[in-house]
Protein backbone atom coordinates (compact mmCIF):
# COMPACT_ATOMS: atom_id res chain seq x y z
CA UNK A 1 0.00 0.00 0.00
CA UNK A 2 1.44 3.67 -0.59
CA UNK A 3 3.17 4.73 2.12
CA UNK A 4 0.85 8.12 2.13
CA UNK A 5 -2.26 5.93 3.26
CA UNK A 6 -0.18 3.90 5.87
CA UNK A 7 1.00 7.46 7.18
CA UNK A 8 -2.85 8.16 7.47
CA UNK A 9 -3.89 5.23 9.36
CA UNK A 10 -1.23 5.83 11.70
CA UNK A 11 -2.20 9.16 12.23
CA UNK A 12 -5.95 8.39 12.20
CA UNK A 13 -5.35 5.49 14.75
CA UNK A 14 -2.98 7.56 16.90
CA UNK A 15 -6.33 10.29 16.70
CA UNK A 16 -8.25 7.61 18.60
CA UNK A 17 -5.80 6.24 20.95
CA UNK A 18 -5.37 10.33 22.51
CA UNK A 19 -8.48 12.03 21.51
CA UNK A 20 -9.90 11.23 25.24
CA UNK A 21 -9.41 13.75 27.44
CA UNK A 22 -6.10 12.32 29.27
CA UNK A 23 -3.17 12.82 31.22
CA UNK A 24 -1.04 13.85 28.16
CA UNK A 25 -3.56 16.43 26.53
CA UNK A 26 -4.84 17.96 30.00
CA UNK A 27 -1.05 18.29 31.02
CA UNK A 28 0.09 20.31 28.05
CA UNK A 29 -3.19 22.23 27.55
CA UNK A 30 -2.08 23.21 31.49
CA UNK A 31 1.04 23.97 30.28
CA UNK A 32 0.07 26.21 27.62
CA UNK A 33 -2.43 27.97 29.37
CA UNK A 34 0.07 28.83 32.72
CA UNK A 35 3.08 29.49 30.96
CA UNK A 36 2.66 30.03 26.93
CA UNK A 37 1.90 28.09 24.19
CA UNK A 38 5.48 27.10 23.34
CA UNK A 39 6.16 25.47 26.27
CA UNK A 40 3.15 23.54 26.04
CA UNK A 41 4.16 23.01 21.95
CA UNK A 42 7.52 21.78 23.29
CA UNK A 43 6.07 19.39 26.23
CA UNK A 44 3.71 18.01 23.11
CA UNK A 45 7.23 17.20 21.14
CA UNK A 46 8.36 15.63 24.07
CA UNK A 47 5.80 13.61 24.08
CA UNK A 48 5.71 12.45 20.15
CA UNK A 49 9.31 11.43 21.04
CA UNK A 50 8.14 8.80 23.49
CA UNK A 51 5.14 7.82 21.00
CA UNK A 52 7.91 7.08 18.33
CA UNK A 53 9.88 4.88 20.20
CA UNK A 54 6.65 3.48 22.02
CA UNK A 55 5.32 2.68 17.99
CA UNK A 56 8.14 1.67 17.08
CA UNK A 57 8.66 -1.28 19.81
CA UNK A 58 4.71 -2.48 19.21
CA UNK A 59 5.06 -2.55 15.18
CA UNK A 60 7.95 -4.57 15.67
CA UNK A 61 6.63 -7.18 17.86
CA UNK A 62 3.32 -7.26 16.08
CA UNK A 63 5.97 -8.14 13.07
CA UNK A 64 6.91 -11.04 14.91
CA UNK A 65 3.75 -12.13 15.95
CA UNK A 66 2.16 -11.93 12.12
CA UNK A 67 4.65 -14.81 11.44
CA UNK A 68 3.73 -16.27 14.72
CA UNK A 69 -0.30 -17.23 13.75
CA UNK A 70 -1.18 -19.83 16.57
CA UNK A 71 0.21 -16.53 19.01
CA UNK A 72 -1.89 -13.80 17.58
CA UNK A 73 -5.72 -16.49 17.98
CA UNK A 74 -4.51 -16.82 21.74
CA UNK A 75 -3.56 -13.00 22.00
CA UNK A 76 -6.69 -12.04 19.98
CA UNK A 77 -8.93 -13.76 22.86
CA UNK A 78 -7.52 -12.23 25.85
CA UNK A 79 -7.30 -8.82 23.87
CA UNK A 80 -11.07 -9.03 23.48
CA UNK A 81 -11.57 -10.08 27.12
CA UNK A 82 -9.70 -7.10 28.65
CA UNK A 83 -11.32 -4.90 25.95
CA UNK A 84 -14.39 -5.66 27.34
CA UNK A 85 -13.99 -5.48 31.05
CA UNK A 86 -12.40 -1.77 30.06
CA UNK A 87 -15.22 -0.90 28.31
CA UNK A 88 -17.54 -2.08 31.29
CA UNK A 89 -15.43 -0.33 33.96
CA UNK A 90 -14.93 2.77 31.84
CA UNK A 91 -18.90 2.90 31.15
CA UNK A 92 -20.46 1.34 34.27
CA UNK A 93 -17.92 1.63 37.29
CA UNK A 94 -15.28 4.64 36.92
CA UNK A 95 -16.24 7.19 38.77
CA UNK A 96 -15.37 11.03 39.17
CA UNK A 97 -11.81 11.40 40.57
CA UNK A 98 -11.87 13.85 43.52
CA UNK A 99 -8.30 13.32 43.87
CA UNK A 100 -6.19 17.34 43.95
CA UNK A 101 -4.12 18.16 41.44
CA UNK A 102 -0.36 18.18 41.30
CA UNK A 103 1.07 21.49 39.97
CA UNK A 104 4.11 21.15 38.05
CA UNK A 105 7.03 24.08 38.60
CA UNK A 106 9.08 23.32 35.68
CA UNK A 107 10.21 26.23 33.62
CA UNK A 108 12.61 25.77 31.01
CA UNK A 109 11.54 24.88 27.30
CA UNK A 110 14.01 22.03 27.59
CA UNK A 111 12.82 20.84 30.89
CA UNK A 112 9.55 20.76 29.51
CA UNK A 113 10.59 18.64 26.12
CA UNK A 114 11.93 15.99 28.53
CA UNK A 115 8.88 16.43 30.89
CA UNK A 116 6.95 15.33 27.95
CA UNK A 117 8.90 12.59 27.17
CA UNK A 118 9.17 11.24 30.77
CA UNK A 119 5.35 12.14 31.38
CA UNK A 120 4.52 9.93 28.01
CA UNK A 121 6.98 7.33 28.75
CA UNK A 122 4.63 6.64 31.91
CA UNK A 123 1.60 5.73 29.73
CA UNK A 124 2.64 2.37 28.58
CA UNK A 125 -0.91 1.69 26.87
CA UNK A 126 0.41 2.81 23.49
CA UNK A 127 2.54 -0.44 22.92
CA UNK A 128 -0.73 -3.11 23.06
CA UNK A 129 -2.23 -0.77 21.10
CA UNK A 130 -0.55 -0.19 18.88
CA UNK A 131 0.89 -3.80 18.38
CA UNK A 132 -2.75 -4.75 18.03
CA UNK A 133 -3.88 -2.55 15.76
CA UNK A 134 -0.77 -2.88 13.39
CA UNK A 135 -1.75 -6.89 13.65
CA UNK A 136 -5.64 -5.58 12.83
CA UNK A 137 -4.11 -3.50 9.93
CA UNK A 138 -2.18 -6.14 8.51
CA UNK A 139 -4.75 -8.96 8.74
CA UNK A 140 -6.58 -6.68 6.02
CA UNK A 141 -3.48 -6.22 3.26
CA UNK A 142 -3.05 -2.32 4.89
CA UNK A 143 -0.06 -2.35 6.53
CA UNK A 144 2.84 -4.38 5.62
CA UNK A 145 6.10 -5.06 7.81
CA UNK A 146 8.80 -3.83 5.86
CA UNK A 147 11.01 -0.60 7.00
CA UNK A 148 9.67 1.60 4.62
CA UNK A 149 5.61 0.96 5.87
CA UNK A 150 6.70 0.93 9.45
CA UNK A 151 8.34 4.25 9.25
CA UNK A 152 5.31 6.37 7.29
CA UNK A 153 3.10 4.55 10.41
CA UNK A 154 5.18 5.27 13.13
CA UNK A 155 6.09 9.06 11.59
CA UNK A 156 2.24 9.22 11.70
CA UNK A 157 1.16 7.29 14.71
CA UNK A 158 3.50 10.37 16.19
CA UNK A 159 1.76 12.98 13.94
CA UNK A 160 -1.45 12.18 15.29
CA UNK A 161 -0.54 12.40 19.01
CA UNK A 162 0.65 16.00 17.98
CA UNK A 163 -2.30 16.88 16.16
CA UNK A 164 -4.34 15.99 19.21
CA UNK A 165 -2.13 17.49 22.01
CA UNK A 166 -1.99 20.88 19.84
CA UNK A 167 -5.69 21.14 19.31
CA UNK A 168 -5.91 20.72 23.05
CA UNK A 169 -3.60 23.70 23.41
CA UNK A 170 -4.98 25.59 21.39
CA UNK A 171 -8.92 25.03 21.96
CA UNK A 172 -8.12 24.63 25.98
CA UNK A 173 -9.40 27.40 26.94
CA UNK A 174 -12.63 27.46 25.61
CA UNK A 175 -13.61 23.91 26.48
CA UNK A 176 -12.26 23.80 29.55
CA UNK A 177 -15.62 24.77 31.44
CA UNK A 178 -17.83 21.98 28.56
CA UNK A 179 -18.88 18.54 29.02
CA UNK A 180 -16.25 17.44 27.13
CA UNK A 181 -13.46 17.77 29.61
CA UNK A 182 -15.55 16.66 32.32
CA UNK A 183 -14.62 12.99 34.09
CA UNK A 184 -17.52 11.63 33.53
CA UNK A 185 -17.39 12.38 30.03
CA UNK A 186 -13.82 10.85 29.68
CA UNK A 187 -14.61 7.95 30.76
CA UNK A 188 -17.46 7.69 28.42
CA UNK A 189 -15.28 8.51 25.61
CA UNK A 190 -12.92 6.01 26.34
CA UNK A 191 -15.48 3.49 27.57
CA UNK A 192 -16.85 3.69 23.52
CA UNK A 193 -13.43 3.76 22.08
CA UNK A 194 -12.74 0.37 23.72
CA UNK A 195 -16.14 -1.28 23.07
CA UNK A 196 -15.88 -0.54 19.44
CA UNK A 197 -12.39 -2.17 19.64
CA UNK A 198 -13.77 -5.27 21.28
CA UNK A 199 -16.50 -5.26 18.47
CA UNK A 200 -13.89 -5.79 15.93
CA UNK A 201 -11.84 -8.09 17.85
CA UNK A 202 -14.61 -10.14 18.14
CA UNK A 203 -15.77 -10.06 14.39
CA UNK A 204 -11.80 -10.97 13.68
CA UNK A 205 -12.43 -14.21 15.99
CA UNK A 206 -15.40 -15.03 14.26
CA UNK A 207 -14.00 -15.09 11.26
CA UNK A 208 -11.24 -17.18 12.55
CA UNK A 209 -13.40 -19.85 13.55
Known amino acids: MNITYIFFL ?3 IALFGVVPP ?3 NMTAAKISLKEGYSRGIMFSIGA ?3 VLIQTFIAVIFARYLSNHPD ?3 ILQR ?4 IFVLITI ?4 IAKKDTNPEIEHHI ?3 HNRLFFGMFLSSLNVFP ?4 AYMSITLASFGWLQFDMTSIASYIVGAAMGTFVTLYTYIFFFDKIKNKTLTSQKNMNYIIGGITGVISIFTLINIIKEL
Open 10 to 12: GLI
Open 22 to 24: GLL
Open 48 to 50: CIT
Open 71 to 73: IID
Open 78 to 81: VAFV
Open 89 to 92: YFLL
Open 107 to 109: KSK
Open 127 to 130: IPYQ
